[in-house]
């Protein structure tokens, strides 16, 4: 089955810089990769994803980048803010076949701090 | 649109009783339903998949007796902790999915506590 590796664990920036987390993933035929912010106690919220045929999405602060041949992707914050702390998810699926959904496979999460 | 509400919040039983866990997809028509569980500082871990109708499949180490699921409709999914033991004490999270979609909408978890 589908493996996530996610680094950091922890992340401390300072309010205004950038940050960078991390996943790889096993399954080749993986096509759709999510990420989740979760604050504590509360459901993952979606706040951004991408797909295998693109390799690079933007919106606002927020960015993922895909390299399908090193099977890795990466989510880029910029001009961090103290809201900005929480845990945050990365994630992996294959979406296609017959009926059935596509069951996402999480990373081990990411703790950021943005610190003032 | 595309939520998903559970019930209840919280709960605390006793250790040996059952307790039912609702998720509902409140505005669209869900084929497909996934449960998680999540133990403080970690990820979430699918339990199972169930598909309107059909028998929930479940993910290697998860007790089907155990974690009953039922998706008996397009907007309902219940998951039944039978037995309840304090090491099923956990944070329970449901997901929904349409048909042809690539995003699973998440309900707002259910917070298990067993005495």
């Known amino acids: 089955g589908e493996n996530v590796e996610q680094h950091p664990s922890t992340l401390s920036v300072q309010e205004g810089d950038s940050a960078v987390i991390k996943c790889t993933y096993s399954d080749s035929a993986s096509n759709y990769f999510p990420w989740y912010k979760q604050e504590l106690g509360k459901r993952p919220q979606l706040i951004i994803d991408i797909r295998s045929n693109v390799g690079e999405k933007k919106d606002q602060r927020i960015a993922v980048t895909l390299n399908k041949t090193a099977k890795h992707f990466s989510l880029h914050i910029t001009e961090t803010q103290p809201e900005d702390s929480a845990v945050y998810f990365c994630a992996a699926s294959k979406r296609g076949g017959t009926g059935g959904g596509n069951k996402l496979t999480f990373g081990t999460g990411t703790q950021l701090k943005v610190e003032l | 649109g595309a939520v998903v509400s559970q019930h209840p919040s919280r709960v605390i039983c006793k250790s040996g009783t059952s307790v039912k866990i609702e998720c509902r997809s409140l505005?669209?028509?869900?084929?497909?339903m996934f449960w998680y569980r999540q133990f403080p500082k970690q990820s979430l871990m699918l339990m199972a998949t169930?598909?309107?109708?059909?028998?929930?499949?479940?993910e290697q180490g998860v007790e089907k007796d155990k974690f009953l699921i039922n998706h008996a409709s397009l907007t309902l999914s219940t998951l039944t902790v039978t037995s309840a033991h304090p090491e099923d004490s956990s944070f329970y999270i449901c997901?929904?999915?349409?048909?042809?979609?690539?995003?699973?909408?998440f309900g707002p978890g259910t917070r298990l506590t067993v005495t």
């Open positions: 169930s598909n309107e109708g059909s028998k929930a499949t479940y």
């Open positions: 505005d669209f028509q869900a084929t497909t």
């Open positions: 997901s929904a999915q349409w048909a042809g979609s690539y995003e699973q909408y």
